[in-house]
């Protein structure tokens, strides 16, 4: 079965169940999960796109304003895909296109319209895009390496001097030539690192150390990369607060198995923090979870019970001020499979009940 025949029999599955005639796509990660690759938007800054997929068991189609048809169906939409146009300024005509492709059953939404009323999709039809296919695998790894790439190549060029918002500049252009759209794009130093868990880029200039973090989209498909670099002799103290992150990243690593909640794997985080001596630095950042079509699928909290999957993107990002570790992996039933890790960039063991892991280290320069 093709990725996009597996997609569709999922989705039809989902319908059948509730018994709905069809549903309808606008969210962008559903949008390209759906198309496999995509894009229903113009603003960057969105969730919800300005063009819609309606699906049934029998047919899909993508309603559209005639300023986004031209570049869908010349570029981007699967020829299976239907397209019917309506003018941007018509809102009669809008939904008389929304009539014609869904006629008069039961459909769901997975987000709301104007002037349209259905249910919204829930968790279940978010679980519908979780489990990847080998050639969304394939296509992940791509997206992960080139991400990385992005990331390292900055932080290696990067010298004292240097202001956060160039470093942010040059890691999105180093994104965009590789059609790499960031989504989260975080660039800290020295003192605001410690300080900021989610440090936004600023006119400061870096002195000793910096921090480059992104979450990077192409065809739908995201990768969450964190990589640290200092200058000079490395303070004894980041040394080893990054060492300690790195054994927590490993403990979350090492139990991400299918079936284990994402409460279990923030019980080990926690777990971990305390076994490092920094027990309480869990409640200053968010652990991380699940990735794939958002930038995290479910964030990881304690006691939840959102089970993890096999073929299944996480990416986790443990943090003690100052430092942090992060990486995108894919689970598998046979263990994790990190998609960010490079071999041009220094690491370090870390090790967690029994298993061991390769985590990126500080770059000196």
């Known amino acids: 079965m093709g990725e996009r025949s597996e997609k569709h029999a999922r989705l039809s599955a989902y319908l059948a169940a509730r018994g709905l005639d069809g549903v309808v796509l606008t969210r962008r ?6 198309t496999c690759g995509a894009h229903n938007h113009v603003a960057e800054a969105c969730d919800v796109g300005v063009s819609s997929l309606v699906v049934t068991p029998d047919a899909s189609a993508v309603v559209s304003n005639n300023i986004e048809a031209t570049r869908l169906e010349a570029e981007d939409l699967p020829e299976q895909i239907g397209l019917v146009v309506y003018p941007y300024h018509d809102g009669r005509a809008r939904l008389e296109a929304f009539g014609e492709v869904m006629g008069k059953g039961q459909f769901a939404a997975d987000a709301r319209l104007d002037g349209l009323e259905m249910p919204l999709t829930d968790l279940d039809f978010d679980r519908l895009r979780w489990r990847l296919s080998d050639e969304e695998i394939e296509r992940y790894r791509g997206v992960c390496r080139d991400v990385a790439a992005s990331v390292e190549s900055v932080a290696r060029a990067a010298r004292p001097g240097v202001t956060e918002s160039d470093l942010a500049g040059r890691l999105a252009a180093e994104l965009r030539s590789k059609s790499c759209s960031p989504w989260v794009l975080l660039v800290g130093s020295d003192d605001r690192i410690v300080r900021h868990r989610h440090p936004l880029p600023t006119e400061k200039r870096v002195q000793k150390c910096a921090m480059l973090v992104t979450t990077a989209e192409r065809g739908g498909l995201m990768a969450a990369v964190t990589r640290l670099v200092a200058f000079g002799k490395l303070p004894p103290e980041l040394a080893r607060r990054h060492r ?15 079936g284990t909640t994402l409460g279990e794997i923030f ?13 309480e630095e869990w409640r200053h950042h968010h652990q991380g979870g699940s990735i794939g079509y958002l930038p995290r699928e479910v964030k990881a909290c304690p006691g939840c019970d959102v089970s993890v999957l096999g073929e299944q993107a996480f990416a986790w990002n443990p943090s003690i001020a100052g430092a942090k570790c992060e990486d995108t992996i894919l689970c598998r039933g046979g263990g994790c499979d990190i998609l960010t890790q490079s071999p041009e960039w220094p690491s370090l063991q870390a090790a967690w009940e029994g298993q061991s892991f390769q985590r990126p280290d500080i770059l000196v320069i």
């Not at 990660?29 to 759906?34: A, P």
């Not at 300690?244 to 299918?258: H, W």
């Open 267 to 279: 019980a080990a985080g926690q777990r971990a923090y305390a076994e490092v001596g920094f027990a």
């Open 29 to 34: 990660c559903n949008f390209s999960w759906y």
């Open 244 to 258: 300690a992150v790195a054994k927590v990243d490993a403990a979350l690593i090492a139990s991400t198995r299918p």
